[in-house]
């Protein structure tokens, strides 16, 4: 995968920080990461659709002042874990 915080200005980068931050949020809720507090991977949707949640408000909220590269990152992102969070959702149904 392409390192995304190559060739960013310095507020570009810091974008792509948070951004990462509240994927992380995501991936733990989903089970894709470990829980660094209890040591394992859990499955906890309110906790990743808060997390998309919060990603989705700041593409709408900033989309305008947004690079072109900072635009694909997000939306790149938040297809992601749209995808990942159906998955999830369908398997604790079965």
Request: no cysteine.
């Amino acid at each position: 995968m392409d390192n995304p915080f190559e060739g960013l200005t310095p507020d570009e980068e810091s974008f792509v920080e948070i951004v990462v931050m509240l994927e992380a949020g995501a991936l733990q809720g989903l089970g894709q990461l470990t829980n660094p507090v209890e040591g394992k991977k859990k499955l906890n949707l309110p906790q990743a659709r808060r997390s998309i949640d919060a990603i989705e408000m700041l593409h709408r909220r900033f989309s305008d002042g947004l690079s072109e590269r900072e635009k694909s990152f997000i939306e790149g992102v938040l297809s992601q874990l749209r995808l990942l969070f159906i998955k999830a959702s369908e398997g604790e149904k079965s």
